[in-house]
């Protein structure tokens, strides 16, 4: 009996041992792929974890790339758009900025434009200044003094004196070659219209205008001649003096009373239609 329950006791612990073995075996067993399902999807993960990287990098390369080429292509363009703005800018200053003139050239001279006008005068007491500076100031025109070296004092023109300057003048015409200051007109070819103002001395031109006449050349020129006298017309002064110069296109003239006014002067001016 006691055999008998050996036995069966050692039966049982076998198969109990048995049992044991393949639980631990089959738990080896999954334990093993279940590490190696881990470790697979760990690797797994790793690798998705690289690809995703490696393609997120490449993505960013490209990204990277693409944003730089449109950054360059924007830079370029930028670039191109800024230099065409400042070659358009340079062109249009370069347009509309005047061109320099070089200091070292010699200028031209500038041709007269229209016509230049000349008052020569002597005036004895002032009356025929007055008269000259009126046409002067109605043809916009030049003023020459006829102005003797010798100046004639209020004695020399006392006519009524019979021993006076201007009488003994008057009496021996060798006396009547004055001497004047001078002759000589600042760019005398320039004038083309010259007005010649005297008084009126015994009928004639005070003969102090003589040597300034006989001097110039009038030849192209217009010569307008004008007097002052209290009583005495222009009798044939200016005729006398077209005769003395021999040149030039000589009109009539005009006598004025002494204290003639500016408009009376004015309005004969705008009657010669020059």
């Avoid at 393949?22 to 470790?39: F, K, L, R, Y």
């Avoid at 003023?143 to 100046?151: G, R, V």
């Avoid at 019979?162 to 760019?187: C, I, Q």
């Avoid at 005297?198 to 030849?219: K, L, M, S």
């Amino acid at each position: 009996m006691k055999k008998l329950t050996a036995l069966i006791l050692s039966a049982v612990m076998m198969f109990t041992l048995a049992g044991c073995n393949s639980s631990t075996t089959s738990d080896g067993s999954e334990g093993n792929s279940s590490s190696s399902g881990s470790t697979t999807s760990s690797d797994s993960l790793q690798s998705d974890s690289i690809s995703s990287t490696l393609t997120t990098s490449s993505d960013n390369s490209q990204s990277n790339s693409s944003s730089s080429a449109s950054t360059t292509s924007s830079d370029s363009s930028q670039s191109g758009a800024t230099s065409s703005n400042n070659s358009e800018s340079k062109s249009s200053s370069t347009a509309s900025s005047p061109t320099e003139t070089s200091t070292d050239s010699t200028p031209s001279e500038t041709p007269t434009e229209g016509v230049k006008t000349l008052v020569a005068v002597y005036s004895a007491s002032g009356n025929t200044k007055a008269i000259a500076e009126y046409i002067a100031t109605a043809t916009d025109a030049d003023l020459f003094e006829i102005t003797p070296t010798e100046p004639y004092t209020n004695d020399d023109l006392d006519w009524t004196n019979r021993n006076s300057r201007v009488s003994r003048e008057h009496d021996d015409e060798s006396l009547r070659d004055v001497e004047l200051v001078t002759t000589t007109v600042d760019n005398w070819a320039d004038y083309d219209t010259v007005f010649i103002g005297y008084p009126i001395w015994w009928g004639i031109a005070a003969w102090v205008v003589d040597g300034f006449v006989e001097a110039n050349d009038f030849t192209g020129k217009t010569v307008i001649p004008f007097c002052t006298s209290t009583s005495s017309g222009l009798g044939q002064s200016g005729k006398l003096l077209a005769e003395m110069a021999g040149t030039g296109n000589w009109f009539e003239g005009q006598r004025f009373q002494s204290r003639a006014s500016e408009d009376t002067v004015k309005d004969w001016v705008d009657s010669l239609d020059l």
